[in-house]
């Protein structure tokens, strides 16, 4: 176990399916493994028999990374036989009855009822919109609920079931945090001018910033019911209450250079020579296929590391996206936007009046071959895009995906400049 995990590492693992359903792992110094047994089993009133059975058979399959599970919900159920627990249970009277919960309400329905909360258009399928409005109002009693049942633990990592960690490079990092302190790490998101931890790319809660919080107020979650419904995010909501019990978010890596938890997918991923040798911790906004495909990567990975590798931006790169990198692809979108061209943003400019037809012509948004010549004469460009009369160009290479969008899109990439500037940098050892 101590060849697998960094030393003294112990923690829980939460995972969120479809925005309703949530994991917990635990794992104790000495390798026990902490289950609660007397949850009743439970799933979510949309759709959870996307990603969560491959999650089970895959990211969470080796016990040795993530050996108990518990699932939160908002109904009773048993998925593959994992018990689920139901994380609205406990709030207000008033507030299940409000129309926020309209879905939690009929869902238990529909299952009485023996139809299936699902989106895939077959028969016994009953759609129940408002999943969003429910989602708001989960994360404290989950909060709440591990800190009065799971209490103790050294972290307390949460994840939804579109997002795939990278769980060695995760627990490595997390090794390096003083999780003796009231430590809340995530990716930076703002609203309503509020900092918070964006809950679809993952946070991590450290076991002293729950026992402050959560554990020294039982009550805490019901304190903040009104709250929640003026709110728009359950992740939000979360990083308000917690700071309201004097714990911050982790901004110590914030401009750094790299995203330590992350909330894009492989194909929107951009790489640069800034963040190639850097840890990536997660890909977000997964389907199924990508889990699978993610997780062999990962075990190929592993293996030809001999377990020791930790996944880096250029891992991804040289595994998902250099055997596919071609000079140009049509009707496709590859996100390039460091520097942006349009004939409607020149026609604002003094000097457009200036421009003849001739030099107008040689603007980058004339047409694509001009479009890359701008990302060409441009020596930090690894990639462009055209589109009508619209040219954006960038110092960073992403993938992208086929568009179809009614309009034609050309994107680009200077395939030597990448391999010279990307692929011949050396990194040395990993430091977080």
Not at 224 to 241: I, M, N, T
Not at 382 to 407: E, P, V
Request: net charge negative.
């Amino acid at each position: 176990m101590s060849a697998i995990l960094p030393r003294h590492f112990k923690g829980y693992l939460w995972i969120g399916f479809l925005v309703t359903v949530f994991l917990v792992m635990a794992l104790s110094e000495n390798g026990i493994i902490l289950v609660d047994r007397s949850a009743a089993a439970a799933t979510g009133p949309l759709s959870q028999e996307g990603q969560m059975p491959m999650h089970m058979s895959t990211t969470l399959g080796n016990k040795q990374l993530t050996p108990n599970v518990v699932y939160y919900s908002d109904i009773d159920d048993n998925i593959n036989g994992n018990p689920v627990i139901d994380s609205l249970a406990n709030v207000s009277a008033a507030l299940k009855a409000s129309p926020d919960f309209v879905l939690y309400n009929k869902a238990k329905e529909a299952k009485h009822d023996n139809l299936y909360q699902e989106s895939g258009s077959m028969e016994g399928d009953s759609y129940l919109p408002g999943g969003w409005r429910l989602d708001k109002y989960k994360f404290l009693p989950m909060f709440q609920h591990a800190a009065i049942h799971h209490p103790g633990k050294k972290w307390y990592v949460y994840m939804e079931d579109d997002n795939y960690f990278f769980w060695p490079t995760l627990y490595a990092w997390l090794s390096t945090l003083d999780a003796t302190s009231p430590v809340f790490v995530g990716s930076p998101a703002f609203r309503m001018g509020e900092d918070f931890a964006h809950g679809g790319s993952g946070f991590a809660i450290s076991g002293t910033a729950l026992s402050t919080s959560f554990g020294s107020d039982p009550l805490l979650a019901s304190k903040w019911e009104s709250y929640a419904a003026e709110q728009c995010c359950g992740d939000q909501v979360l990083s308000h209450a917690l700071r309201e019990k004097g714990v911050e978010r982790y901004k110590g890596l914030d401009g750094g250079g790299w995203a330590a938890l992350q909330a894009l997918p492989t194909w929107r991923l951009g790489f640069g020579d800034w963040n190639w040798c850097s840890p990536i911790m997660n890909i977000h906004k997964v389907h199924q296929a990508d889990i699978s495909a993610l997780f062999v990567f990962e075990k190929q990975f592993m293996a030809k590391t001999d377990g020791k590798g930790r996944v880096r931006y250029k891992d991804i790169f040289e595994y998902f996206f250099s055997p596919q990198l071609v000079s140009s692809r049509s009707e496709w979108d590859n996100y390039a936007s460091s520097k942006s061209f349009s004939s409607s943003s020149d026609s604002y400019t003094p000097e457009y009046k200036e421009l003849t037809a001739a030099q107008r012509a040689e603007r980058p948004w004339a047409s694509k071959e001009k479009c890359k010549q701008a990302c060409v004469e441009w020596e930090q460009c690894l990639s462009w895009k055209y589109a009508d009369d619209a040219c954006s160009i960038a110092h960073t290479a992403a993938m992208g995906q086929r568009i179809d969008a009614g309009i034609r899109m050309e994107s680009g990439w200077m395939v030597e400049r990448i391999r010279k500037v990307l692929g011949g940098k050396e990194c040395g050892e990993l430091e977080f």
